[in-house]
């Protein structure tokens, strides 16, 4: 089996980028890294009540951006249903109440034109987060991103 720099020597791509075009030395190309947006993903079952789910992110995240959800109906087209059951959404960063009681419908793609909906806090990389759903109707599945650096 080849090793990954030998491939990679054949696709002339450099293991740093930046050093062949801004002559950046390998520890600021790695600062440039961490700088970057990262996304988790997370997919929940919320059978009928209020249902409390932790979110882990990476020990290296030092800022929330912003979230999205989506509903995930099977057989149904998701830009036209949104949340059919669930009524309410609560999310906590480290005991801070961020969004209460609120309608799942306004923190997915019909009341917000950008890719996530924005809730910039810091981050310690050991943090408690929490996502609360209300749902007084059947099982509905929900997709969450969590949006940070």
């Known amino acids: ?54 979110l882990q992110l990476s020990g290296t995240a030092r800022i929330l951006l912003g979230m999205s959800l ?32 609120l309608d799942p419908n306004f923190l997915g793609n019909f009341f917000n034109t950008d890719e996530y909906y924005y809730l910039p806090r810091p981050l310690s990389g050991t943090d408690e987060i929490t996502i609360s759903f209300t749902n007084p109707g059947a099982t509905e599945l929900v997709s969450l991103a969590i949006y940070y650096i």
């Open 1 to 54: 089996m080849k090793k990954f720099n030998d491939v990679m020597q054949g696709l002339n791509a450099p293991q740093f980028p930046g050093q062949q075009v801004k002559g950046m030395t390998i520890e600021q190309i790695r600062t440039l890294v961490k700088k970057q947006n990262r996304i988790k993903g997370y997919n929940f079952s919320v059978a009928t009540g209020t249902q409390n789910f932790n």
């Open 70 to 101: 989506i509903p995930r109906a099977v057989g149904t087209d998701v830009a036209i249903t949104g949340f059919q059951e669930v009524t309410g959404v609560t999310f906590k960063v480290n005991n801070e109440i961020v969004i209460e009681n």
